[in-house]
């Protein structure tokens, strides 16, 4: 009998004190762009990126059809540098003026005017939009093209009155309106480099897109002309008002000027004059600045000749010491300014100078002692003397022209000391004049600005020019700019196409599964023994009909080995067979455990599989049925008819049964002649393969698989097989498989590709490295065989061999007798 022993075990499990290295590289995010994985992964959802670019194939066609055609119309506006005039002036006003032009701050503020609300107005009134309430400009009327087309043929400026915004015009509700919606219609841009504005209008009628492009240009440049004729007109009419109040304050100021002149004579003498009378117009201070009187001129005429007469001296003085410093050498005498200027001086320098050259000629014909040569000599030397005779009389001369210098220093001095005393005593009189006379050219010369400004003012009045013009007129559209077919169906398939590999690049990111063999050992940090591919029915069919087998077709999809022994999922299980084998030592190497994160992902399928290939290598293997909670291996070799009740493991762990009455040998193989035979033949062959199932129903599995009974198995087991395979119950699912993990000696973790979570996976193994075993390696169970088999390759060639010994021709007729499957069978 089989009781309960107590609680389950697996609590004692749950703390977890060390981490398998294979788990922290697992958990860290992978860092980068793979494209090799994701167009593997495109590669497989292509029918998303096919449907995404279908659908936006057919939005940008119902755009096509839902948007109404748009024109655009073009004008070119061009800005002067300066603002243009007939008065070739340079006042303040106007250079500013100029150089606000020049400045890109000019082209910006007339770019925004452009498309200024009370500009828009403007424009909506002189084009009369306005008239059908908007019809013809929002393209809301059926003759609105009728009626643009009867409108472009009347002249613009007989058609109806212009407005005059300067005037103080108002607009109505519908034109601010049409203004509002027109907004949306302009685009002004300044082109880069140049002084040129590009004006865009776009309308859903071309006329009414060209009428509206010239408008704006045209209402621009006429409101700025009429701007500035209001502000030339305000201008004029206040420069005259300040001409009457200029003109009277100037006669009040003349007036008082001569009134004070015929009262105090004797003020004209110290400054005035008469420009302060108004009797000499152009003269005074509007004219040439002020004119001294007669005191003052006549002691700036004395002040002058006294600076000359010294500075003449100093001169004449520091030649002397010239000449006294240089005593009798007559080259440094020469050199002082004041004797090689004297005429005496260069008469004789120049007596020298030609009789020099006399010599230097005599001197190619003649010999020094050429009597022609001797008196040449004697006159240079009377030349050289009378030079020096001149130069030393130049000495008392120049001391006669300081001493004169001194005396007349000394007249002009004193003339200098009575002319300033005579000023002083006139300046108070001439106070009050000096302050009348300033006063009266004050007013002169702002009259005079002002008849000026006037004059200016009253010829620019009426120009009808400004810095704005029109550089290019708009032409009629002939082809609509919005929307364009090819545009927007070239778009629809981008967005398409970006938005089908958006999502297979958001699903392969939130993919936590394992898809590959690279992927399985670069996230895991454990080898991949072997890649089983994904079945398919072809791979259940038998190489030769088995007309007496009377097992399901279901029971095929577990022993592919030996249903399919030419086939790549066979030929997987013969990898994962030699993988295992060169472990390490045989002794090492005699117990296999086969577990997995989670149910469903292959693990019995791997289990019965491998045993058979052990079976087929000619070995003696004991499968176990280590799942007490789910037992399904006993389902897969079970024919038809046959009982359940079966001894297993259970049985043998409570002590009622032997272990060899508990097995069952349910295959042997003949290694020699690969020929197969049934468990009922009597005497069995090299290769044989025995199974210990389940048996009874265990309320307590965990107990059981704790005690020391299943340590006995496994060493009893050992000692008789050479082989022995324990499929066990899913990590995650249950305690049992860590409880067996310390006595076995190697342990394989099944992995179902593309489905498993890493998550999943990361807390079995850290499980099971918490129980002391460490997994030998991953199998990474039904690998796609889809157009990306070249990513999620399994490392099989199908095919290879066919023909020439390969395990499909050779096998003989089954003659086993099998029972049905358990309803999860296959690969899961």
């Known amino acids: 009998m089989i009781s309960a022993t107590g609680p389950a075990q697996a609590s004692s499990l749950q703390a977890v004190t060390r981490v398998h290295p294979a788990v922290d590289a697992m958990t860290e995010p992978q860092r980068g762009f793979n494209l090799r994985r994701f167009w593997h992964s495109l590669l497989e959802r292509v029918w998303v990126v096919v449907v995404c670019v279908v659908i936006g194939f057919f939005i940008a066609l119902g755009y096509l059809a839902r948007t109404p055609k748009t024109y655009q119309a073009h004008a070119v506006l061009e800005v002067d540098f300066q603002q243009p005039t007939f008065v070739s002036g340079e006042d303040t006003p106007m250079r500013m003026r100029s150089l606000f032009l020049a400045s890109q701050e000019a082209l910006r503020t007339i770019e925004q005017n452009l498309t200024n609300r009370e500009m828009l107005a403007r424009v909506v009134r002189a084009e009369g939009l306005a008239e059908d309430d908007g019809a013809a400009l929002l393209g809301t009327s059926q003759d609105s093209s009728k009626k643009s087309s009867a409108a472009t043929q009347k002249p613009t400026g007989t058609s109806r009155a212009q407005p005059n915004l300067v005037a103080g015009m108002t607009f109505t509700p519908m034109e601010d309106a049409l203004a509002g919606a027109l907004s949306g219609m302009i685009k002004a841009a300044i082109r880069r480099g140049t002084r040129l504005i590009d004006v865009f209008v776009t309308n859903r009628d071309p006329i009414i897109a060209q009428r509206l492009a010239e408008a704006v240009g045209r209402e621009y440049i006429r409101n700025a002309i009429e701007r500035r004729a209001s502000f030339n007109q305000d201008a004029l009419r206040y420069l005259v008002e300040e001409e009457d109040r200029l003109k009277l304050n100037l006669q009040k100021s003349e007036a008082a000027v001569g009134e004070y002149k015929a009262k105090n004579p004797e003020a004209l003498q110290l400054g005035g004059g008469t420009a302060g009378t108004g009797s000499q117009p152009g003269s005074g201070a509007g004219a040439g600045g002020s004119r001294g009187g007669i005191v003052e001129d006549k002691l700036q005429d004395l002040n002058s000749k006294l600076t000359a007469v010294k500075t003449d001296r100093l001169r004449l003085e520091g030649e002397l010491n010239q000449i006294e410093e240089a005593g009798t050498d007559l080259n440094a005498l020469l050199d002082v300014p004041g004797i090689s200027i004297a005429p005496l001086v260069n008469e004789a320098r120049h007596n020298v ?476």
């Open 353 to 828: 100078t030609q009789i020099e050259a006399e010599i230097a000629t005599l001197s190619l014909r003649y010999k020094a002692k050429h009597p022609k040569m001797v008196a040449a000599r004697a006159s240079l030397s009377e030349a050289q003397e009378k030079l020096r005779q001149a130069v030393q009389t130049q000495p008392a001369l120049l001391r006669n022209a300081i001493a004169q210098s001194k005396t007349t220093e000394a007249e002009l001095q004193r003339a200098v000391h009575e002319q300033e005393g005579t000023a002083l005593a006139l300046g108070k009189t001439a106070i009050g004049y000096q302050e009348l006379a300033r006063q009266a050219e004050t007013d002169r010369a702002l009259y005079e600005s002002v008849l000026r400004q006037i004059k200016q003012t009253d010829l620019t009045k009426d120009i009808k020019t400004d810095a704005v013009s029109v550089a290019e007129h708009a032409a009629l559209p002939r082809s609509p700019v919005n929307p364009i077919p090819s545009k927007a169906i070239t778009f629809g398939l981008l967005g398409g196409l970006v938005i089908g590999l958006a999502f297979v690049f958001g699903a392969d990111a939130l993919d936590r599964s394992l898809k590959t063999v690279d992927q399985a050992e670069d996230a895991l940090g454990l080898p991949v023994l072997a890649a089983i591919p994904e079945m398919r029915g072809s791979d259940t069919k038998k190489r030769h009909d088995d007309k007496d087998n009377e097992a399901p077709r279901e029971a095929a999809m577990y022993r592919l080995v030996d249903e399919a022994p030419a086939g790549p999922i066979a030929e997987s299980f013969r990898n994962l067979r030699a993988a295992l084998s060169l472990l390490g030592p045989e002794a090492d190497r005699k117990v296999f455990l086969f577990t997995s994160a989670l149910p469903n992902e292959g693990k019995s399928f791997t289990s019965v599989n491998f045993a058979l290939a052990l079976a087929h290598q000619g070995q003696r293997v004991l499968l176990i049925d280590g799942d007490l909670r789910r037992p399904s291996v006993h389902k897969v070799f079970r024919s038809s008819g046959e009982k359940e009740e079966f001894p297993g493991l259970v049985d043998y762990l409570v002590h009622s049964v032997a272990l060899n009455d508990a097995t069952q040998l349910v295959a042997t193989v003949d290694p020699e002649t690969s020929g197969r035979r049934l468990a009922q033949l009597s005497e069995p062959r090299v290769g044989q393969l025995y199974v210990l199932s389940g048996g009874e129903r265990a309320p307590n599995p965990a107990e059981l698989l704790s005690g020391e009974s299943f340590k006995e198995l496994i060493f009893e087991a050992t000692s008789r097989f050479d082989r022995v395979i324990i499929d066990s119950a899913p990590i995650l699912a249950v305690s049992d498989t860590l409880l067996m993990a310390p006595h076995v000696q190697t342990i394989v973790m099944v992995v179902r590709a593309a489905k498993t979570p890493r998550n999943a996976i990361s807390r079995a193994l850290t499980l099971l490295d918490t129980a002391g075993n460490r997994p030998a390696g991953i199998v990474l169970n039904r690998l796609p065989r889809r157009r990306g088999a070249g990513y999620y390759y399994y490392y099989a060639s199908h095919g290879y061999g066919d023909g020439n010994g390969s395990y499909g021709g050779v096998y003989g007729e089954s003659e086993k007798k099998l029972a049905s499957p358990s309803d999860n069978g296959g690969q899961t």
